[in-house]
């Protein structure tokens, strides 16, 4: 094991070494009431999840994170990782950040641009940084508009592996598909296989459009390392826990 890495990093490893696949809740800003944040902190925990991530798009700003962050602290000790969408997305009271290069923008500010920008506070902040490429699929709703992507058409899953394979030669420890929140199907299952067959090292993310426990059950079994859900909370919250045991159960006989 590596003896470089942070404690949310850790505990990550650890837990896919142990489950298989994980499950992460996306909490939107944006999209999530502040009355309604501790009330679906609570649910996340008993549903178990894994982690919480929090970020999105548009509409998000430190202040506002940081009143989300610690509401969520209140209710859950699953770690906090902030999964930001620019350079507002970053929070002092998160315990990691996926720091993101979204590999297949065609504009370098979000290739690099607001990397070195969101250093420094990163930094002052002391979070630990989680290497991650994001790399968008299909059109990606919001995020592969704001991010100025050319997103890997959805028939080419070689293009998709090809990516996560060139995110594991440049260092990355994460990689992440994203079909973009709300999205009318999820990542193609042969994506992800493709990508697991192709690298070694990186751990899979896999986030966007997944709704059903069915959905979630394939993308555990094409091999994903981590299962991103989040629009499904501001639905149905009780189909979290569904989703959850799709997971479960698709690793019950397998090995990552
Ligand atoms: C978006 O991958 C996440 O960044 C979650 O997507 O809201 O469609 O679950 P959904």
Redesign the pocket.
């Known amino acids: 094991m590596n003896l470089h890495i942070g404690k949310v990093e850790r505990y990550l490893l650890e837990l896919i070494e142990e489950k298989g696949t994980l499950h992460f809740t ?1 909490v939107d800003p944006d999209k999530t009431k502040p009355y309604e944040v501790s009330k679906i902190g609570r649910v996340i925990d008993d549903a178990g999840s894994d982690a919480v991530l929090v970020g999105g798009s548009t509409g998000v700003s430190e202040s506002i994170l940081d009143d989300v962050i610690k509401e969520l602290k209140l209710v859950t000790s699953l770690p906090i990782i902030l ?1 930001p969408g620019n350079i507002t997305g970053i929070s002092r009271y998160a315990d990691a950040i996926l720091f993101i290069s979204l590999l297949n923008s065609t504009n370098p500010y979000f290739i690099t641009g607001v990397q070195a920008l969101g250093a420094a506070i990163v930094k002052k902040y002391r979070l630990e940084a989680l290497p991650t490429a994001y790399i968008i699929i299909g059109d990606g709703g919001t ?1 592969g508009y704001i991010g100025y992507a050319r997103g890997v058409p959805l028939d080419k899953p070689d293009i998709a592996a090809l990516y996560a394979l060139a995110a594991e030669y440049m260092g990355m420890r994460y990689v992440y598909f ?6 009318p199907t999820p990542v193609p299952i042969e994506m992800v296989k493709e990508a697991r067959k192709i690298t070694e090292k990186v751990k899979l993310i896999v ?4 709704r059903s426990p069915q959905q979630a059950y394939e993308l555990a079994k094409a091999g994903a390392h981590i299962i ?5 909370i501001e639905y149905d919250i009780s189909k979290l826990k569904s989703i959850v045991n799709s997971i479960r159960e698709a690793c019950r006989y397998t090995t990552k």
Do not use: H, K, M, P
């Open positions: 996306l999964f995020a994203e079909r973009g929140s709300g999205a986030g966007g459009g997944i991103v859900t989040g629009t499904i």
